[in-house]
């Protein structure tokens, strides 16, 4: 079993939708999460961090429930640029290793 | 300029052949890793580094060898490439801090084996 679980997708939407992401991750001493985003043929870049608390940046907001072991990511009214791959990731503190999920596909369409 | 820098961008290597992927951060960051990310498990931790001359294996080590005699760089050697090390391959470098420390990523290093 992978440590980072993501559905694969791919989410095909309509621009303006609302669509949500969702991970498991398997490391309970996990002590960071994040989203990352991931264009295609590019590099993974952080699109934010997740507090327990859930907290929200502009269209996207990012919960995480340390219980469940489980991350979410919902994008309220998408754009075509929100086009990509979303990567849920856990960080281990010890050795600030991020582990990666194998990544959501998401295509906007017009 | 300010970043991380992988080179070269794309390689074509025959099998058995040792190859050389390298990689630079500009921003004296402690902590240094190696990727790669094929389709169907995403980015796989290779090799590891904490400061230089400090490497530890992650999750797929075996073929490859690092070296980190200097905090900026760190090269990853495959010894003898293998088909199956086809694959992309991202170095990324981040600062010490107990939580959500962003890392940051090259823009990859393409390596086909033929």
């Known amino acids: 079993r992978k440590e980072v679980e993501q559905d694969p997708g791919p989410f095909n939407v309509p621009e303006g939708a609302t669509v949500a992401f969702n991970c498991t991750y398997s490391n309970s001493a996990s002590q960071s999460f994040f989203w990352y985003r991931q264009d295609c043929r590019k590099e993974p870049k952080l699109l934010m961090s997740v507090y327990s608390s859930g907290n929200e940046d502009g269209r996207f907001t990012a919960q995480l429930n340390r219980a469940s072991q489980y991350i979410s990511l919902l994008i309220r009214d998408s754009k075509l640029s929100d086009s990509a791959t979303y990567l849920c990731?856990?960080?281990?503190?010890?050795?600030?290793?991020?582990?990666f999920g194998s990544g959501t596909q998401l295509t906007v369409l017009p | 300029d300010a970043g991380i820098t992988q080179s070269p961008r794309y390689k074509i290597t025959e099998t058995g052949r040792q190859v050389t992927l390298m990689c630079h951060q500009t921003?004296?960051?402690?902590?240094m890793f190696w990727y790669r990310q094929d389709l169907g498990h995403g980015l796989r931790l290779i090799y590891y580094s904490a400061a230089a001359d400090i490497t530890d294996k992650g999750e797929v080590p075996d073929g490859y060898v690092v070296s980190r005699s200097k905090t900026e760089n760190f090269p990853l050697t495959l010894e003898s490439a293998t088909r199956s090390q086809t694959s992309v391959y991202f170095c990324?470098?981040?600062?010490?801090?107990?939580?959500?420390?962003?890392?940051?990523f090259g823009q990859g290093t393409r390596l086909t084996v033929v």
């Open positions: 990324a470098s981040s600062s010490p801090g107990q939580y959500n420390t962003e890392a940051f």
């Open positions: 990731v856990t960080h281990s503190g010890s050795a600030r290793q991020l582990t």
């Open positions: 921003w004296s960051h402690s902590y």
